[in-house]
T-cell receptor, first 112, second 115 residues
């Protein structure tokens, strides 16, 4: 069984600063994918970034990067230069054989 | 960019009534998912389709919930009878299901309130 743990229910960050959202996972499968999604208050889930279990390099997408530490089973999301529009819920998910399992999320508030 | 369409956006119903949600995935996406998201929690899978076949419905409360994807395209999720605990956001998502890194594409969801 796959499991995702997000231990930070809420985070605050000052605008223009970087922030790290934690995600740890548990799986016995050697092949899996890790995804991060953003959910604004309007409710839609927006795909941000993907990391494959065999990828050697950490994934990056614009201001988003994924700090992947396979031995520690962690896949933290780093948002650089935070913007007010980054205020939202953030969900980490693990995928295996097209099945996706989500964590409980972290609510990020960006302060002006 | 193509989107996953869901309707209605909001639904208020009384307990014991029937309610139905509709989802039209991105064209060509063979895999379709229905998730339930209780306020303050992450999405939980209810049912997963591959084309018209159910791949996983282990978490679907089958005594009251049903889902179908008859032609392998759009899908309907039904609840009958609705209970107060069914109040949640119901999210539909689709994926090509092919290749590593294929993300889920979500619709805007249906927010259900059972009174």
């Amino acid at each position: 069984a796959q499991k995702i743990t997000q231990t930070q229910p809420g985070m605050f960050v000052q605008e223009k600063e970087a922030v790290t959202l934690d995600c740890t996972y548990d799986t016995s499968d050697p092949s899996y994918g890790l995804f991060w999604y953003k959910q604004p208050s309007s409710g839609e889930m927006i795909f941000l970034i993907y990391q494959g279990s065999y990828d050697q390099q950490n994934a990056t997408e614009g201001r988003y990067s994924l700090n992947f530490q396979k031995a520690r089973k962690s896949a933290n999301l780093v948002i650089s230069a935070s913007q007010l529009g980054d205020s939202a819920m953030y969900f980490c998910a693990i995928e295996n054989f097209n099945k996706f399992y989500f964590g409980s999320g972290t609510k990020l508030n960006v302060k002006p | 960019e193509a989107e996953v369409a869901q309707s209605p956006r909001y639904k208020i119903t009384e307990k014991s009534q029937a309610v139905a949600f509709w989802c039209d995935p991105i064209s060509g996406h063979a895999t379709l998912y229905w998730y339930r998201q209780i306020l303050g929690q992450g999405p939980e899978l209810l049912v997963q389709f591959q084309d018209e076949s159910v791949v996983d419905d282990s978490q679907l409360p089958k005594d009251r919930f049903s889902a179908e994807r008859l032609k392998g395209v759009d899908s309907t999720l039904k609840i009958q009878p609705a209970e107060l605990g069914d109040s949640a956001m119901y999210l539909c998502a689709s994926s090509t299901g092919q290749g590593a890194g294929s993300p889920l594409h979500f619709g805007n969801g249906t927010r259900l309130t059972v009174t």
